[in-house]
């Protein structure tokens, strides 16, 4: 996990040298499921970004998520992994295409 993190790390800062506008971002957050049968608490924690060059910009999320879980019908707790990636072009300000 850590391996990963800082390659985004270091990938972005690489593409973000030569770009009019980026940014980056790292954030953990602590779930609490308070209304839930089958799971008690969680963390997540996600890495995210955007670079921006000419008409182009591309935006890029990946979040990893462990639940705990507590009733018999659910085994183990839930390992989540996702990534986002998106690509938006604008023609003109009248006009813009995005890709997710």
């Not at 391996?3 to 770009?19: D, E, R, S, V, Y």
């Not at 980026?22 to 839930?36: A, G, V």
């Not at 979040?63 to 003109?92: E, H, M, S």
């Amino acid at each position: 996990m850590i391996k990963i993190i800082l390659t985004l790390q270091i990938l972005g800062l690489a593409l973000f040298a030569q770009t009019k506008h980026s940014s980056l971002s790292i954030y953990y957050q602590n779930i609490d499921f308070k209304n839930s049968n089958q799971k008690t608490d969680g963390n997540r924690l996600g890495v995210g970004g955007d670079i921006h060059e000419k008409n182009s910009e591309y935006r890029f999320l990946y979040t990893t998520t462990k639940t705990n879980t507590i009733r018999p019908q659910v085994k183990d707790d839930l390992y989540v992994d996702k990534l986002y990636l998106r690509y938006g072009y604008n023609f003109k300000n009248s006009f813009k295409l995005n890709l997710n």
